[in-house]
């Protein structure tokens, strides 16, 4: 069973950076499983949506248009921990970040995802 655990949210300035960490225990090592994890984020009042997302067997990613130059993903096979480094980051960032995985590669859909973290949030505010 995959469990995820998101850390590293905040409050930050318009134009400041932040990383957020995510931890996952469980996760199948196996090469034939294309383990991918990924963020979602959820502003108030709005939908879930897919921020980005990346294939640990061989660190294939891809990513929401709104955060392509802004946004990189990564992982640490050794430490079972993903990292989302957010830089040039704008009130419309506000929103709680969802850290999620699944087993068949990557997807942008939430429901696409079977695991999925307890959020942490960000707040972009002067």
């Known amino acids: 069973q995959v469990q995820l655990v998101e850390s590293g949210g905040g409050l930050v300035q318009p134009g400041g950076s932040l990383r957020l960490s995510c931890a996952a225990s469980g996760r199948p090592t196996d090469r034939s499983v294309r383990f991918t994890s990924g963020w979602f984020r959820q502003a108030p009042g709005k939908e879930r949506e897919f921020v980005t997302a990346?294939?640990?067997?061989?660190?294939?990613?891809n990513a929401a248009d709104s955060v392509k130059g802004r946004f990189t993903i990564s992982r640490d096979n050794a430490q079972n921990t993903m990292y989302l480094q957010m830089d040039n980051l704008t009130p419309e960032d506000t929103a709680v970040y969802y850290c999620?995985?699944?087993?068949?590669?990557?997807?942008?859909?939430?429901?696409?995802?079977?695991?999925w973290g307890q959020g942490t949030q960000v707040t972009v505010s002067s």
């Open positions: 990346i294939q640990w067997t061989d660190a294939q990613t």
């Open positions: 999620a995985a699944r087993l068949y590669g990557l997807a942008v859909t939430r429901r696409d995802y079977q695991y």
